[in-house]
């Protein structure tokens, strides 16, 4: 999930040739879950339209202080659109866009939308080579900084005037790129390498038949959803599941305990948080058959033999890494959790009861009890896997403040 999701995003597009770049702006913002809303000056409609815009962006196109609707003149309140957005952005931001803001020319919507909002602003300029240059525009850009603005730099290449040099609008990719940065810049998990497991493993048998559980991997994804959110370079090692991760995870996909064990200790050094929500197989069958075993064979038994440990490993490994496993018990559940922190040399444990009714596997929800090496013990009510995410990590980031 993208740190734009849920965001509402203000654009404001003034009248400079860039603005044809505008709908892609948006398309990225959207594809990221935000909610765009676009304000734009009477001049910016002769360079793109408010209809193209309006359908991309699903929501209607503000341009001037009112408008008709039934012979009746209906105010488009600058205020209200400034208090609504959690950052406006302004691209392009032409040379008297740039004048207009720093001297409080109110004279469009889009300035007067600029000179009520108290959120964040990007601009990202656009204009010819020696007009950017102009000392009074690079007074206007520094003076927009001093007061706290974000001015993006211009790109460099061939301008509309056909000269080469700076004063291009950064590309949409460059834009949403940047400003994705900056919000996970302020994040609690920002710089932070997270390693997560997630899902089951499969042991064969032979090449049909297999040894497995019913882990659907949904925990470990929540997990993993959540730490991009909060930040982190999320790597993500999945067994075999159906489930879809967000492209900002690092994803590897295994199935075995073999594979899950040396992928896990290959990220583990480089890692700062570590969750082994998997539910790794403790037996594997000591021979596998090279062909399909018949049903007419008589088989009396299978042999099973010991999956090394990984987490146990990771335990004696430990250095920095702030390390928490899972564990999904039927009886004696928080002796056995607590057990298990010592053995492993664990940070804290996730405990599961299969006593819960809509707890442990397959399902969307979860209950848990997080306690600590310090054998704190939290609680938490039967909730979605989602929020459940938000609750380990919650305790995770109260113990590395």
């Known amino acids: 999930m993208s740190v734009l999701s849920g965001k509402k995003i203000l654009l404001g597009i003034s009248g400079g040739i860039a603005a044809y770049k505008t709908p892609l702006i948006v398309r990225l913002l959207k594809s990221q879950g935000a909610e765009v809303k676009i304000v734009m000056t009477p001049a910016a409609k002769g360079f793109v339209t408010p209809l193209t815009l309006s359908t991309l962006s699903n929501h209607p196109v503000y341009s001037t202080f009112t408008e008709q609707l039934h012979d009746n003149p209906v105010w488009n309140d600058h205020v209200e659109l400034g208090k609504w957005a959690d950052l406006f952005l302004i691209a392009p931001a032409t040379s008297n866009t740039l004048s207009s803001m720093v001297h409080a020319k109110c004279n469009n919507l889009l300035i007067a939308t600029y000179l009520s909002c108290n959120c964040p602003v990007y601009i990202a300029p656009s204009m010819d080579l020696d007009m950017y240059a102009h000392p009074a525009n690079q007074q206007n850009i520094e003076e927009l900084k001093r007061i706290g603005k974000k001015v993006l730099s211009v790109g460099e290449g061939f301008l509309a005037s056909g000269l080469f040099g700076k004063g291009r609008m950064l590309e949409p990719e460059e834009i949403i790129s940047q400003i994705t940065k900056d919000l996970k810049s302020v994040l609690p998990l920002y710089g932070k390498k997270v390693l997560i497991t997630a899902g089951p493993t499969f042991e064969p048998i032979d090449p049909v038949r297999f040894i497995g559980n019913y882990s659907s991997g949904k925990m470990g994804f929540a997990l993993a959803e959540e730490a991009c959110q909060l930040g982190a370079n999320v790597t ?158 919650s305790q995770i980031l109260s113990h590395n403040e």
């Open 236 to 393: 993500l090692i999945s067994g075999p599941c159906a489930l879809e991760a967000s492209p900002e995870i690092e994803r590897y996909n295994i199935s075995t305990a073999e594979e899950m064990y040396h992928l896990a200790l290959d990220h583990f050094t480089e890692s700062d948080i570590v969750i082994a929500a998997a539910a790794v197989a403790d037996f594997k069958p000591q021979h596998v058959g090279n062909q399909k075993i018949k049903k007419e064979a008589e088989i009396q038994s299978i042999q099973l033999e010991k999956t090394r440990d990984v987490l146990y490993d990771m335990g004696k490994l430990k250095q920095k890494q702030f390390l928490v496993g899972f564990a999904l018990e039927t009886e004696y559940e928080t002796n056995n959790a607590i057990q298990k922190i010592k053995s492993k040399n664990l940070d804290a444990i996730v405990l599961n009861s299969l006593n819960d009714h809509g707890a442990g596997f397959s399902g969307d929800s979860n209950k848990v009890t997080y306690i600590d090496k310090n054998e704190i013990i939290t609680p938490f009510e039967l909730k979605s896997k989602i929020l459940v995410a938000k609750d380990i990590f």
